[in-house]
């Protein structure tokens, strides 16, 4: 690799991204020193990575290191953020450190995954954007390492969240085509596809465009019920057609199509996994977003407790968020005693000093 087009096939700033390397240039994985200024990287202190020989590690590293990738993967859904994301970001730095000694792409694969859930974190539950774009960008450089397109889609899309979430409507568009033409270069099922549909829909329903998200979505319904299914990679943990019926609820709950809401949310809560503890939050926060918007403070307020019992087993930024969010719309009933009871919840000694940690 020898410049920013590499991955891309054109400039990466075209795309809205902020290189976070010093120079502006993406640090090349081979022998020589490399500086990283932003991101994941950044925050364990990785400041350059000494001279190394190429291979000089036997095979079986990227194998050991690919194991503990695996199972931060599977942490990451019952583990405190705040304390799985240091144990994350340090395995990162290993494995960045270790990529100019390893032949083969087994580790390049690993790392770029292991940055992805670094990312993940930083965004969907510190609440960290920017740190997380910064990781986004490495963990790229790390997939075109590996010459992974699948696992270089993957990493495009959850990037346009970024600016998806942020309005930024034109970049999050840019980034979903760049993450489509990957996905079609790594042959992706349609599980695969829906979950792009899916992220492409909750880009569009956050820029205020409901009625293209909800397009979005029957597509990815429509995928899903054609097949034939093409085996999903053992990284792609985070989706099912259970969690497509989590996008789909809230974006009618945000076009305003209160009963179909309900409905889809109360219908994925009685399907979502044991193990689903964080989308758990989110279709009770919904839920509770539906109820303040037709009018029933009480139903709100319910649902709204059980996201916060839910939260204080098994911390969601983006849950929270969304008991937030519901708490704001019950602005008219506030002197009522369900939402003050709300209220001691969200503002007691824990919870308030919980939220500052975070």
């Known amino acids: 690799m020898t410049d920013r087009t590499h991955l891309l096939r054109q400039p990466i700033e075209e795309l809205g991204f902020s290189v976070p390397w010093a120079d502006g240039a993406i640090p090349v994985p081979a022998p020589g020193r490399r500086t990283v200024v932003r991101g994941t990287l950044a925050t364990v202190g990785l400041a350059a990575v000494p001279t190394a020989v190429q291979g000089a590690q036997p095979a079986s590293v990227g194998v050991d290191y690919a194991a503990v990738t695996a199972a931060h993967r599977r ?6 953020p705040a304390q799985l994301h240091p144990a994350v970001a340090q395995h990162a730095r290993l494995g960045w450190y270790l990529l100019p000694e390893t032949a083969g792409q087994a580790l390049a694969a690993a790392l770029a995954e292991s940055l992805l859930l670094a990312g993940r974190i930083e965004f969907f539950d510190l609440q ?22 699948l696992l270089g889609s993957a990493i495009l899309a959850h990037s346009a969240f970024v600016p998806g979430w942020g309005g930024r409507r034109d970049e999050a568009v840019d980034r979903m085509v760049a993450a489509r033409t990957y996905a079609r270069r790594g042959a992706a099922g349609a599980q695969f596809l829906a979950w792009l549909d899916a992220v492409e829909a909750e880009c569009e ?3 205020g465009h409901t009625r293209t998200a909800l397009h979005l979505i029957g597509h990815a319904e429509d995928v899903l019920a054609a097949g034939p299914e093409q085996p999903t990679p053992p990284w792609m943990d985070w989706f099912s057609p259970e969690r497509l019926a989590v996008f789909k609820g809230n974006t009618q709950l945000r076009a305003s199509h209160l009963p179909q809401a309900r409905t889809t949310l109360l ?12 989308q758990r939050t989110v279709v009770l926060g919904d839920l509770a977003s539906v109820e303040a918007a037709a009018g029933n403070p009480d139903e709100a ?24 969010d519901v708490r704001r719309e019950l602005a008219p009933w506030q002197h009522q005693q369900c939402v003050r009871d709300l209220d001691d919840r969200l ?9 500052l940690q975070r």
């Open 75 to 80: 942490l990451y859904w019952t583990v405190a």
């Open 347 to 355: 503002y007691d000694w824990s919870t308030t000093l919980s939220a």
């Open 128 to 149: 960290q954007p920017s740190t997380a774009a910064d990781t986004f960008v490495q963990a790229l450089q790390a997939a075109g390492e590996a010459d992974d397109a």
């Open 267 to 278: 219908q994925v809560l009685e399907k979502l996994p044991a193990d689903a503890d964080k």
């Open 301 to 324: 307020c319910a649902y709204a407790g059980r996201a916060l019992d839910q939260l204080a087993l098994t911390w969601y930024a983006t849950g929270m968020e969304r008991v937030r």
């Open 205 to 207: 329903t956050r820029c």
